[in-house]
């Protein structure tokens, strides 16, 4: 087996950092040997733990991980940095410690879920295979990849969070939500009709006898009560939710309780569950209800 080097500036970072050593005469061919041997020992280990060491195209496929997974590792280790990455290179650990730097990356950020298992244990198999680097590939996309994969482990982070924080119930049923600002504005619109309450499914029950005052009806007040909701939060929590929201989530918002208030004086008249079930229908296709709560009354 061959660990190729490819001759230009588009692969991954390890080829690069290479690549550019060799340009700049800072890698020997007895140094650039040792990296290569080390790359192929990982490589077997690695086909030996996840794929079969004895088939040659999984020997090949195992290697392409390696790199890839050095590479976001050596990134992350380096800041980016070529130079330091060589000196990281050349250290006695060799490409060990980028590989598991690489690997607890990967590990952090990949979905638990309770399907199907991931042939690679704690890593996400769909995003190893985004990471992995076969050398027929014009560009890496790996450090993109990464990058995505973090920031929604942010949102999920954050989402369980607010959901632990501010629900009085600590079981959720993951298509409950599909987004960060669904999650929140729940909240936002829960604890702004509510006085501050823990969110349960009763909204609707309760809005009957609710007051709604004229003053809620305005962005100001809702970003006052979205602000007061983060501000309960620590602080790089807060941060990940404010940079998630679009600028569309406040007025999405103020729509939602003007339903609120039409949808409480069409209860008042005592309309029947099927004609609540119509008006709340109807709105939600012709604009979707922000916060509004989905589930089944029983």
């Keep these: 087996m061959q660990l190729m080097v490819r001759d230009n500036h588009s692969g991954p970072f390890l080829t690069k950092v290479i690549y550019q050593a060799q340009a700049d005469d800072a890698l020997s061919a007895d140094q650039l040997h040792q990296i290569k041997s080390k790359a192929v020992l990982m490589s077997l280990k690695?086909?030996?733990?996840?794929?079969?060491?004895?088939?040659?195209?999984?020997?090949?496929?195992?290697?392409?991980?390696?790199?890839?997974?050095?590479?976001?590792?050596?990134?992350?280790?380096?800041?980016?940095?070529?130079?330091?990455?060589?000196?990281?290179?050349?250290?006695?650990?060799?490409?060990?410690?980028?590989?598991?730097?690489?690997?607890?990356?990967?590990?952090?950020?990949?979905?638990?879920?309770?399907?199907?298992?991931?042939?690679?244990?704690e890593v996400d198999e769909q995003l190893l295979a985004q990471i992995s680097s076969p050398p027929a590939a014009e560009e890496w996309p790996g450090w993109q990849a990464y990058q995505q994969a973090l920031t929604e482990h942010y949102r999920l982070q954050a989402m369980?969070?607010?959901?632990?924080?501010?629900?009085?119930?600590?079981?959720f049923d993951e298509f409950e939500?599909?987004?960060?600002?669904?999650?929140?504005?729940?909240?936002?619109?829960?604890?702004?009709?509510?006085?501050?309450?823990?969110?349960?499914?009763?909204?609707?029950?309760?809005?009957?006898?609710?007051?709604?005052?004229?003053?809620?009806?305005?962005?100001t007040y809702l970003t006052l009560q979205t602000e007061a909701v983060l501000s309960e939060l620590p602080t790089e929590n807060a941060t990940t939710i404010r940079a998630d929201l679009g600028q569309h989530f406040i007025p999405a918002l103020l729509r939602t309780l003007f339903f609120c208030r039409e949808?409480?004086?069409?209860?008042?008249?005592?309309?029947?569950?099927?004609?609540?079930?119509?008006?709340?229908?109807?709105?939600?296709?012709?604009?979707?209800?922000?916060?509004?709560?989905?589930?089944?009354?029983?």
């Design 263 to 298: 949808y409480q004086q069409l209860q008042q008249t005592d309309a029947s569950p099927e004609k609540l079930d119509a008006f709340e229908h109807k709105h939600g296709l012709h604009s979707p209800l922000l916060g509004w709560p989905h589930y089944l009354e029983l």
């Design 160 to 171: 369980q969070l607010l959901r632990q924080q501010f629900y009085q119930r600590q079981v």
């Design 177 to 219: 939500h599909f987004s960060l600002e669904e999650v929140l504005a729940e909240i936002v619109l829960y604890r702004a009709l509510t006085g501050g309450d823990k969110v349960k499914q009763d909204l609707k029950n309760r809005l009957r006898n609710l007051t709604l005052a004229e003053h809620w009806l305005t962005e």
């Design 46 to 121: 690695f086909a030996d733990k996840f794929y079969n060491k004895y088939k040659m195209h999984l020997l090949e496929h195992a290697a392409h991980d390696v790199i890839g997974i050095v590479s976001l590792g050596l990134m992350a280790l380096s800041d980016r940095d070529q130079h330091k990455a060589l000196q990281l290179l050349l250290a006695p650990e060799g490409l060990v410690k980028p590989f598991q730097k690489g690997w607890q990356m990967l590990a952090s950020v990949s979905r638990k879920t309770s399907g199907k298992p991931s042939l690679f244990g």
